[in-house]
C-alpha cells in the first residue's frame, strides 16, 4: 500500500489555505466553511465541495 502525499501540484482551488499543498488542513478548512464556522471563500461551501477537497487530497486530482 502506498499513502497519499496529498501534493497537488500548481494554483488550484482545492489549496483551501493557498500554502501550495492539498491536504487534510484544507479539508478542515472547507469543512468549517461548509458548517459557516468560518467565511466562505468558494462560490458555493457545500457537502460536494468538502467532498471534492477529500477526493484531491486522496487522488492528487482537483476536480473543482
Known amino acids: 500500500l502506498v ?3 496529498g501534493a497537488v501540484s500548481g ?3 482545492c489549496d483551501v489555505n ?3 499543498a ?3 488542513l484544507d479539508v478542515q478548512i472547507a469543512s468549517d466553511q461548509a458548517q459557516g464556522k468560518v467565511v466562505c471563500k ?5 457537502q460536494a465541495y468538502v467532498q471534492a ?3 484531491a487530497v486522496l ?3 482537483c476536480t473543482l
Not at 42 to 46: D, G, I
Open 42 to 46: 468558494a462560490s458555493s461551501c457545500n
Open 3 to 5: 499513502a497519499p502525499t
Open 22 to 24: 492539498v491536504n487534510v
Open 11 to 13: 494554483s488550484n482551488s
Open 18 to 20: 493557498g500554502d501550495g
Open 59 to 61: 487522488t492528487g486530482k
Open 53 to 55: 477537497i477529500v477526493n
